[in-house]
């Protein structure tokens, strides 16, 4: 039915002659004959119903310039979701190098289920590994998806798919890729009784906004606007750079008029799902009880539905999309993704007498100014005198930090009855991330180091060692603790001792003590004692993760800084032989920078040196124009953690 309404959208096939002089076109520009593919031509054209349930055709003609390119093209994939949408092939061709055309028979292609981790909603692929490519090959493809991105099912028998927000339209369509695009062009038309908003978004490798233009009217009783893209330069490839949706060229659609329109019917679709039965208050009582404060409150609930409740989706039917299972549901067979994880702990903490809601968000990516569905995920908010509080029970398995260090200043939107608009969650630095280090080295005369290091971990690098400690078995704890805290010391390491405190206790801070010991540690010469200081090779445990961050000459791109650490207190002594006095130690040192502090004193005590070492990073998001002073920063802790001791025999 819905196809009948929307086939007005047709496509032409390229000519020959069209396909030789976008060819020309590509090799005229220098800079892009290295790549591996490149897209000579794109059209994306769709329609939108009323309903909101929308319809696409994608055109594309796709150049193969090098062996890797026959490598990553050769295979054709477009990844549907049945509860969704729907994608019908057209035609697939081939334009040989030598000049022959040929078409590749549909019912070549496959429709194969998708490999999937936690996640079993029925995705679904149709693929088709195109034989014989070459490079020098032009692909010609054209297939048409139709549905919603992401949706509700619906009982109505006009159509089988209903939009997310019924009766709404919005669309978000990358204008760059990791290859180069010489000509894309984006069209959406729809009735003249839908208002659509619509934006471009300029990211790195526009070198003018001249290279695109849009234009919008009126065309045979319906409104359409058009965005057309002409030599988008690639995404180029980094080390934690943010997701290609992030960086970017993109045009954003929406017939959505506010954010508060969207907060209202987050709030009406998820109430219903927050009816809570007699198992999950009782279940509220026993996790209260005896507790005095509101804090232990929140962390009970919290950490039982962050550890007890697992991170997996199951098709259940009229479940999917934007709306949360029924929280009996969810609590029953525990078990959910992101929105009922969140929808559990809303309704649990409502009845433990809090003022709670389900938001939005977006993991890892941001959610650009014009109100539409950008959202990827769900979490908890606590409304109190002071504004928000937000929680993450998705994120939250073995955390003592209600929200993740990596999702600060993120935008996020609060479902309520009376609407809220889109707001920022708070900004953390690395001082709420600490790492305290208390360390004792003894260096005897025949050259054996014995270090006792005692750590006290904090937020989210606690989180990821108590993970890391809960999925070992416990006979590969000790390779572990070498490789996490010890490998920059060498590799003949004994460990001597080793424990963890509170590994299991959420309202206490994880501590791990390790003894350890290494024979021949630096190099005795006659008089002379030389050895690398462990107090600041511990240093180099934390820096060594931001050099290979800013291993690169330069980039293009904002990226991750992993996390914030803070390792304000690493207070050190190293016990030397009698008979030695120290003749050179490292040199104090005191920086800072817009990412944190790095400062380094030491003080000789008769056979005692003490040092004093404080190192900072503060952000979790780096760009571009900050990755000098990035590398500057830290390449300097990395060269200090790396300086050595020299001692020398009294006569």
């Given at each position: 039915?819905?196809?009948?309404?929307?086939?007005?959208?047709?496509?032409?096939?390229?000519?020959?002659?069209?396909?030789?002089?976008?060819?020309?076109?590509?090799?005229?520009?220098?800079?892009?004959?290295?790549?591996?593919?490149?897209?000579?031509?794109?059209?994306?054209?769709?329609?939108?119903?009323?309903?909101?349930?929308?319809?696409?055709?994608?055109?594309?003609?796709?150049?193969?310039?090098?062996?890797?390119?026959?490598?990553?093209?050769?295979?054709?994939?477009?990844?549907?979701?049945?509860?969704?949408?729907?994608?019908?092939?057209?035609?697939?061709?081939?334009?040989?190098?030598?000049?022959?055309?040929?078409?590749?028979?549909?019912?070549?292609?496959?429709?194969?289920?998708?490999?999937?981790?936690?996640?079993?909603?029925?995705?679904?692929?149709?693929?088709?590994?195109?034989?014989?490519?070459?490079?020098?090959?032009?692909?010609?493809?054209?297939?048409?998806?139709?549905?919603?991105?992401?949706?509700?099912?619906?009982?109505?028998?006009?159509?089988?798919?209903?939009?997310?927000?019924?009766?709404?339209?919005?669309?978000?369509?990358?204008?760059?890729?990791?290859?180069?695009?010489?000509?894309?062009?984006?069209?959406?038309?729809?009735?003249?009784?839908?208002?659509?908003?619509?934006?471009?978004?300029?990211?790195?490798?526009?070198?003018?906004?001249?290279?695109?233009?849009?234009?919008?009217?009126?065309?045979n009783g319906k409104f359409y606007y058009q965005v057309v893209g002409e030599l988008m330069s690639p995404i180029e490839k980094e080390p934690e750079m943010l997701p290609k949706g992030e960086i970017a060229t993109k045009v954003i659609v929406t017939t959505i008029s506010d954010w508060e329109k969207l907060s209202r019917w987050m709030y009406e679709i998820t109430e219903p799902m927050l009816s809570t039965d007699d198992a999950i208050k009782d279940k509220v009582k026993q996790l209260?009880?005896?507790?005095?404060?509101?804090?232990?409150?929140?962390?009970?609930?919290?950490?039982?539905?962050?550890?007890?409740?697992?991170?997996?989706?199951?098709?259940?039917?009229?479940?999917?999309?934007?709306?949360?299972?029924?929280?009996?549901?969810?609590?029953?067979?525990?078990?959910?993704?992101?929105?009922?994880?969140?929808?559990?702990?809303?309704?649990?903490?409502?009845?433990?007498?809090?003022?709670?809601?389900?938001?939005?968000?977006?993991?890892?990516?941001?959610?650009?100014?014009?109100?539409?569905?950008?959202?990827?995920?769900?979490?908890?908010?606590?409304?109190?005198?002071?504004?928000?509080?937000?929680?993450?029970?998705?994120?939250?398995?073995?955390?003592?930090?209600?929200?993740?260090?990596?999702?600060?200043?993120?935008?996020?939107?609060?479902?309520?009855?009376?609407?809220?608009?889109?707001?920022?969650?708070?900004?953390?630095?690395?001082?709420?991330?600490?790492?305290?280090?208390?360390?004792?080295?003894?260096?005897?005369?025949?050259?054996?180091?014995?270090?006792?290091?005692?750590?006290?971990?904090?937020?989210?690098?606690?989180?990821?060692?108590?993970?890391?400690?809960?999925?070992?078995?416990?006979?590969?704890?000790?390779?572990?603790?070498?490789?996490?805290?010890?490998?920059?010391?060498?590799?003949?390491?004994?460990?001597?001792?080793?424990?963890?405190?509170?590994?299991?206790?959420?309202?206490?801070?994880?501590?791990?003590?390790?003894?350890?010991?290494?024979?021949?540690?630096?190099?005795?010469?006659?008089?002379?004692?030389?050895?690398?200081?462990?107090?600041?090779?511990?240093?180099?445990?934390?820096?060594?993760?931001?050099?290979?961050?800013?291993?690169?000459?330069?980039?293009?791109?904002?990226?991750?800084?992993?996390?914030?650490?803070?390792?304000?207190?690493?207070?050190?002594?190293?016990?030397?032989?009698?008979?030695?006095?120290?003749?050179?130690?490292?040199?104090?040192?005191?920086?800072?920078?817009?990412?944190?502090?790095?400062?380094?004193?030491?003080?000789?005590?008769?056979?005692?040196?003490?040092?004093?070492?404080?190192?900072?990073?503060?952000?979790?998001?780096?760009?571009?124009?900050?990755?000098?002073?990035?590398?500057?920063?830290?390449?300097?802790?990395?060269?200090?953690?790396?300086?050595?001791?020299?001692?020398?025999?009294?006569?």
């Amino acid at each position: 039915m819905l196809l009948l309404f929307l086939f007005s959208i047709s496509i032409t096939p390229y000519t020959s002659d069209a396909i030789s002089q976008r060819i020309e076109c590509f090799k005229s520009i220098n800079k892009w004959q290295e790549q591996k593919a490149a897209v000579l031509g794109e059209e994306k054209i769709g329609e939108f119903v009323e309903s909101g349930a929308c319809h696409f055709i994608t055109h594309r003609l796709i150049l193969i310039n090098t062996k890797k390119g026959k490598e990553d093209y050769s295979t054709v994939e477009v990844q549907y979701t049945p509860l969704y949408n729907k994608v019908i092939f057209h035609f697939i061709k081939v334009y040989k190098v030598d000049g022959r055309t040929i078409e590749i028979p549909l019912e070549k292609v496959e429709d194969l289920p998708l490999a999937t981790r936690v996640i079993f909603w029925g995705e679904r692929k149709k693929t088709i590994t195109i034989p014989g490519i070459e490079v020098g090959d032009v692909i010609e493809l054209c297939y048409e998806v139709y549905g919603v991105q992401v949706a509700l099912l619906s009982k109505d028998e006009f159509t089988e798919y209903t939009p997310p927000m019924e009766e709404e339209f919005y669309y978000v369509e990358l204008f760059q890729d990791y290859i180069p695009i010489l000509k894309k062009t984006f069209r959406v038309e729809g009735p003249l009784t839908k208002a659509l908003n619509h934006k471009i978004y300029y990211r790195m490798g526009i070198e003018n906004k001249g290279m695109i233009s849009s234009e919008k009217g009126e065309e045979n009783g319906k409104f359409y606007y058009q965005v057309v893209g002409e030599l988008m330069s690639p995404i180029e490839k980094e080390p934690e750079m943010l997701p290609k949706g992030e960086i970017a060229t993109k045009v954003i659609v929406t017939t959505i008029s506010d954010w508060e329109k969207l907060s209202r019917w987050m709030y009406e679709i998820t109430e219903p799902m927050l009816s809570t039965d007699d198992a999950i208050k009782d279940k509220v009582k026993q996790l209260t009880r005896g507790e005095k404060s509101n804090l232990d409150k929140i962390n009970g609930l919290f950490h039982f539905v962050s550890d007890s409740i697992r991170y997996i989706g199951l098709s259940m039917g009229e479940g999917e999309g934007y709306t949360p299972h029924p929280v009996t549901m969810t609590f029953r067979e525990r078990g959910g993704v992101c929105k009922d994880k969140a929808a559990l702990l809303t309704a649990m903490l409502r009845e433990a007498g809090f003022e709670s809601y389900i938001c939005m968000t977006s993991a890892m990516e941001r959610i650009e100014d014009i109100p539409a569905n950008q959202f990827n995920h769900a979490v908890t908010a606590i409304k109190s005198d002071s504004g928000y509080i937000f929680l993450d029970p998705t994120w939250g398995n073995f955390s003592r930090e209600w929200f993740c260090f990596l999702e600060q200043q993120q935008s996020i939107l609060v479902a309520t009855k009376e609407g809220e608009t889109l707001m920022k969650t708070r900004a953390k630095g690395g001082k709420s991330v600490p790492i305290i280090i208390d360390a004792s080295f003894n260096i005897s005369e025949k050259g054996e180091l014995k270090g006792s290091l005692k750590f006290i971990f904090n937020y989210g690098i606690e989180q990821w060692i108590r993970n890391l400690f809960h999925y070992l078995k416990r006979e590969e704890w000790e390779e572990s603790v070498k490789s996490q805290f010890l490998s920059y010391y060498g590799t003949e390491i004994r460990i001597d001792t080793f424990s963890i405190q509170n590994l299991n206790t959420m309202d206490s801070l994880l501590k791990i003590d390790i003894d350890f010991s290494i024979p021949d540690y630096g190099i005795i010469s006659g008089e002379y004692f030389l050895f690398p200081s462990p107090s600041l090779t511990l240093l180099r445990n934390f820096s060594s993760s931001f050099m290979y961050l800013s291993s690169l000459p330069d980039r293009r791109y904002p990226f991750y800084s992993l996390f914030c650490i803070s390792s304000d207190d690493i207070n050190a002594f190293v016990s030397i032989p009698d008979g030695y006095l120290p003749l050179l130690t490292p040199l104090n040192l005191q920086e800072e920078s817009s990412f944190g502090k790095l400062s380094y004193s030491c003080e000789r005590k008769g056979n005692r040196i003490d040092e004093r070492i404080a190192y900072s990073f503060d952000k979790g998001f780096i760009y571009p124009e900050e990755y000098e002073s990035f590398k500057d920063y830290t390449s300097k802790a990395y060269k200090k953690s790396k300086e050595w001791i020299i001692l020398r025999r009294e006569n």
